[in-house]
T-cell receptor, first 115, second 115 residues
């Protein structure tokens, strides 16, 4: 079946602009995660959704970052007033129920470059 | 707090020789540990996971890892490297059951395989 998909695959924007990154999880997966991977680093957790609600947003770096999942499937990560330091690969993952030992399946990521 | 340390940022082996990628973890609880692989321009893929069953865990593509509590290690091995194994490998720890599901990644080890 289809895996996790993310769009766009690449996004170039200017400092101060607003961007939206989209994630389509595996069909039927109730848990959805966003991670950010900076150059030369491992992915870092941003936010976790269980259904429509954000169960844990402790990884969001500041209030310029926001994510939604209004119908419990597709999620959008929104970044306001982008800064050059926001340049990274943004990864989305989903799992069936979010139970601790479940496998998380990752999408290919969106590479964001802020000029 | 939980963390993982990948002891080598880059490992280079010849095709057909053994692979050893080292990982040490720090956890107050009995951890769940994972190894993920990331090929260029592809999503993270789960290689194997340890969840307190057998200490020697077998994964895909001939990889295995051994959980050693006394050494707080979870090193990844493969008897014979293949060119297709060249990728970035991440050691990952997960909070204990009952906690949120986000993963904590190491910084990664880039594996190069020479012909």
């Amino acid at each position: 079946g289809a895996g996790v998909s993310q769009t766009p695959s690449n996004k170039v924007t200017e400092k101060g602009k607003y961007v939206e990154l989209r994630c389509d999880p595996i069909s039927g997966h109730t848990a959805l995660y966003w991670y950010r991977q900076s150059l030369g680093q491992g992915p870092e957790f941003l936010i976790y959704f269980q259904g429509t609600g954000a169960a844990d947003d402790s990884g969001l770096p500041n209030d310029r970052f926001f994510a939604v999942r209004p119908e419990g499937s597709v999620s959008t990560l929104k970044i306001q007033r982008t800064e050059r330091g926001d340049s990274a690969v943004y990864l989305c993952a989903s799992s069936r129920t979010g139970v601790n030992q479940e496998t998380q399946y990752f999408g290919p990521g969106t590479r964001l470059l802020v000029l | 707090a939980q963390s993982v340390t990948q002891l080598d940022s880059h490992v280079s082996v010849s095709e057909g020789t053994p692979v050893l990628l080292r990982c040490n973890y720090s956890s107050s609880y009995s951890p769940s540990l994972f190894w993920y692989v990331q090929h260029p321009n592809k999503g993270l893929q789960l290689l194997l996971k340890y969840t307190s069953a057998a200490t020697l865990v077998k994964g895909i593509n001939g990889f295995e890892a051994e959980f050693k509590k006394s050494e707080t290690s979870f090193h990844l091995t493969k008897p014979s490297a293949h060119m297709s194994d060249a990728a970035e490998y991440f050691c990952v720890v997960r909070p204990p059951p009952g906690s949120q599901g986000n993963l904590i990644f190491g910084k990664g080890t880039k594996l190069s395989v020479k012909p």
